[in-house]
């Protein structure tokens, strides 16, 4: 079984900038991809991004590229995502997600084996 928990979330004003940190537990952190996603109170979850088991290929979702990157660290067992210029719409609870199949599936969360308890951004105006 493989626990995720984030950190690194708070509160930040428009224009400004976070890092989540995903750490997960267990000895094959490096053999599945890993993704973040995220929900907005009253809002359906979404996609954010997903890297692959090696961190070699990554890709986001269309409203967050080149202001989110994902990352990570297999020495650390850790997954990153660094946010900038963040808007008030991206105001949501952040979770990351283990792919322990490694199926680099992305947006189908249906897919993802574990999850964390999630870390609140707010974003002011």
């Known amino acids: 079984q493989v626990q995720l928990v984030e950190s690194g979330g708070g509160l930040v004003q428009a224009g400004g900038s976070l890092r989540l940190s995903c750490a997960a537990s267990?000895?094959?952190?490096?053999?599945?991809?890993l993704g973040w996603f995220r929900q907005a109170p009253g809002k359906e979850r979404e996609f954010v991004a997903v890297?692959?088991?090696?961190?070699?290929?990554?890709y986001s979702a269309d409203t967050m590229k080149g202001r989110f990157t994902i990352s990570r660290d297999n020495a650390k067992n850790t997954v990153y995502l660094q946010m900038n210029s963040l808007k008030p719409e991206d105001t949501a609870v952040y979770c990351c997600?283990?792919?322990?199949?490694?199926?680099?599936?992305?947006?189908?969360?249906?897919?993802?084996?574990?999850w964390g308890q999630g870390t609140q951004v707010t974003v002011s105006t």
């Open positions: 267990g000895r094959t952190f490096s053999s599945y991809a």
């Open positions: 997600a283990a792919d322990r199949r490694n199926t680099y599936s992305g947006s189908h969360y249906w897919l993802y084996d574990n």
């Open positions: 890297i692959s088991s090696s961190g070699g290929s990554t």
